[in-house]
């Protein structure tokens, strides 16, 4: 039975604080069909850990191959075996919600197949995430410097500016020299010209982020001057001359001036942390979010957002945001990873840290159609996790409907400034 609090959440335009989303013409481009629409966002990976046979995989995500029924029967056994895991409901919800398909078979996707072919249409994709997933907008992070306003919705999406290569210690430097025209030669230049990439973009970047997680450790040491400037000009003459060790020392630089022009622009900035995607190659010491506590206390000034609730290093996250007042967490794809830990951590969060300080949702896909499911999902976990609160007697509806409001809009809003960004944009 419906309650005023889910109304609330099943209406209320929902703020998406980080997507990979393909821009229009990619999305045209590419052409996803149905397959690739509903089991390209994740769940391969649950195809993968469940022993799927690589050469039955291979053709069931084959788009040259027009037959779908084929194509999915080579794999259905195991989508039996994932059908119910935080990625398998995803594909479910969006299944049902997209193209009526009440249960995912092969019979019941090829049939639906057409239905995929008429989503390929422009303004489809802003259409599917505005006013079928009910997104007030999303933030995207397409691993570029550029946060130029999309011309098919500059006030919907809006744009991160990547630090990746920064952090990972093996920054693209003609690249960079190119977009800014500072001439890179050692240390100094290479702040002009950091400095000169937030010039340009910072007005515009709703925030900055960086995934290195998945290529080096997130623990982080101050790196002096002296230490780093040869490592910089082994760099520029040969881009594979350092060994681990000196390209995360170069990468921690890198990574502290970040924070420090983040806290200059009043950028937040969002990290990887936690769970990685795929299958089969993730070292748990590299992920941990406790692992950047010195990070943490040596840029007070710079708003961090920890991704991903740091799954399975969830409880570290609660504590870190309790304990720092510049630590943001946002629950973006975690709700397909593990819905039921993320409704845990949710109610831990709302016990401990301050309730200002958490974003409630993004879907981490390049998809819309696979964002809709996402969405679905975390519309029912905070309804879930907020419920049970009520029903618990540890708030009333009334104050589980103003929690609802802060995690779905206005935190966002207040951290990444999405009204003045959209002021900014409207002037480009």
């Known amino acids: 039975m419906a309650t005023e609090l889910s109304k609330f959440i099943d209406e209320t ?32 990976a649950d195809f993968e850990v469940a022993g799927v046979d690589a050469g039955k995989l291979a053709a069931f995500l084959n788009q040259d191959d027009p037959d779908v029924r084929g194509r999915f029967e080579g794999v259905y056994a195991t989508w039996q075996a994932v059908r119910h895991t935080g990625y398998g409901e995803a594909v479910r919800l969006m299944a049902k919600r997209i193209y009526d398909i ?181 070292p748990l010491d590299f992920i941990r979010c406790g692992n950047m506590c010195r990070l943490l206390t040596a840029f007070l000034d710079t708003k961090f957002v920890l991704m991903h609730i740091s799954y399975p290093y969830n409880d570290e996250l609660v504590a870190l945001g309790k304990h720092y007042a510049n630590v943001y967490a946002d629950m973006c794809w975690a709700w397909s990873i593990d819905p039921y830990t993320s409704v845990d951590f949710l109610r831990k969060w709302i016990h401990a840290a301050p309730a200002n300080k958490l974003f409630i949702y993004g879907g981490d896909t390049f998809n819309p159609v696979a964002n809709v499911g996402y969405t679905m999902q975390a519309r029912a976990g905070l309804n879930r996790a907020l419920q049970a609160e009520v029903d618990d007697g540890l708030v009333t509806e009334k104050e589980a409907i103003a929690l609802a409001a802060r995690f779905m809009r206005e935190n966002a809003y207040d951290c990444f400034r999405i009204e003045a960004k959209r002021e900014t944009i409207a002037g480009v």
């Open 102 to 282: 009440d249960e995912v078979t092969p019979d019941s996707v090829g049939a639906a197949a057409p239905l995929q072919e008429a989503l390929v249409q422009p303004g489809e994709r802003r259409r599917l995430l505005k006013e079928v997933a009910n997104l007030d907008h999303i933030q995207t992070d397409d691993f570029s410097w550029l946060c130029l306003p999309d011309a098919s919705g500059p006030d919907f999406f809006l744009y991160d500016m990547t630090w990746c290569s920064f952090c990972n210690g093996n920054p693209d430097i003609p690249a960079l020299v190119e977009e800014t025209g500072v001439d890179v030669s050692d240390l100094p230049s290479l702040r002009n010209a950091m400095h000169a990439l937030f010039d340009k973009y910072g007005a515009v970047a709703v925030a900055v982020k960086s995934q290195h997680a998945y290529n080096r450790t997130l623990t982080w040491e101050d790196r002096a001057d002296a230490d780093v400037e040869p490592l910089l000009h082994r760099h520029i003459d040969d881009p594979e001359a350092l060994d681990v060790d000196e390209r995360n020392a170069f990468g921690d630089w890198c990574w502290a001036r970040g924070a420090e022009l983040c806290a200059e622009y009043d950028l937040p900035f969002k990290i990887h942390t936690g769970y990685y995607a795929g299958s089969n190659t993730m």
């Open 13 to 44: 335009p929902l703020c998406d604080t980080h997507e990979h989303m393909a821009k229009e013409q990619q999305y045209l481009d590419d052409s996803p069909d149905i397959i690739h629409a509903l089991f390209m966002n994740y769940v391969y």
